[in-house]
């Protein structure tokens, strides 16, 4: 029995209508960023700004396919969704100023339901200063879709694209990685157990730390403010979302170069060690990290001049250095022989490229 269904005192969507919905989904969103000239009631955002480059990014998730609702509270959905779509504006050494929501959702959601989701994505905006402008609320016959547009802005000398890393230059990430995909994995193991006998009542207490990285990421602005307080510009970023492995093929590509990273410096978090062996002999928790998912670091390049001034950090992790054009992108092991990088491809989010 879905409890959406069946839940005592619920207001249903039809009962308010579209406009009514949005005013009482959005008004507890105050305005706190002075480039935010016009927000939620017209037909458009009016933003502003004096000598800063705007970024804009979308993205989506799905349901059933992005996120299962049967592990994931609506609130941590909100949050999520939200925070994903930061991620990109901190790829780019950027900060973020505005947002819009675009949920789409059938009759199986209930106006509270919507109030935990928008009550998620308003701690997200809360958290990093964000402003919720505008969006849009339609109806689904297969499930929850949402869709977050976020802006930020940065200095155009600041500005970091992925095209930028040059030879030489020292492949950094922050963080830990394979800690999300572990998170999912444990997920999914509880659901399988709960499924063939719903009085199982799972015991995630030891999992804290991965479950939290899959169930409520957060954005690295901190690294964004490290790099600028260290007078750092990156030659190149992106958030990894996709797994370690498809993230630097993306920064190689765009870049004309190779890499090479050091398979025992990339940075892996116990937790992540631990449920890989329970789940597996076989499962290696350096394939967590390379091909996993989800886990929204930055992977960025920086020139070996700025290496003294990353060499102490706790935060940051020189993984690697970029190779010539025309090189592989390759993985050292610990016995001096190299692999391939191959992008396998993360099924847990969508593609946040913006071409």
Known sequence: MDELEYQEGRTELGKLGKFALIDRLTEEFPIVNASTLRGVGDD?????GKGLCTVVTTQQMVEHIHFDMTYTPLKHLGYKAVAIALSNIAAMNARPRQILVAVSVSNRFSVEALEELYAGIRFCCERYDVDLVGGDTSSSRTGMVITVTAIGEV????????SGARLHDLICCSGDLGSAYSGLLVLEREKV???ADPNFQPDLDSYD????RYLKPEPRFDIVDILRQRDIIPTSMIDVSDGLASELLHLCKESHCGC???????????????????????????SNALNGGEDYELLFTISQADYEKVKDSTEIHIIGHITEEGSPAVMVTPQNTTINLVAQGWQGTTDDDND
């Open 155 to 162: 200095e155009q000398d600041r500005i970091t694209y992925r």
């Open 209 to 212: 730390y991965v479950l939290e």
């Open 193 to 195: 157990t709960f499924q």
């Open 260 to 286: 090479e990273v050091y398979e025992e410096r990339i940075p892996i978090d116990y937790q992540t060690t631990r449920v890989c062996s329970e789940m597996s002999q076989n499962m290696i928790p350096t």
């Open 44 to 48: 458009c955002a009016v933003i502003g």
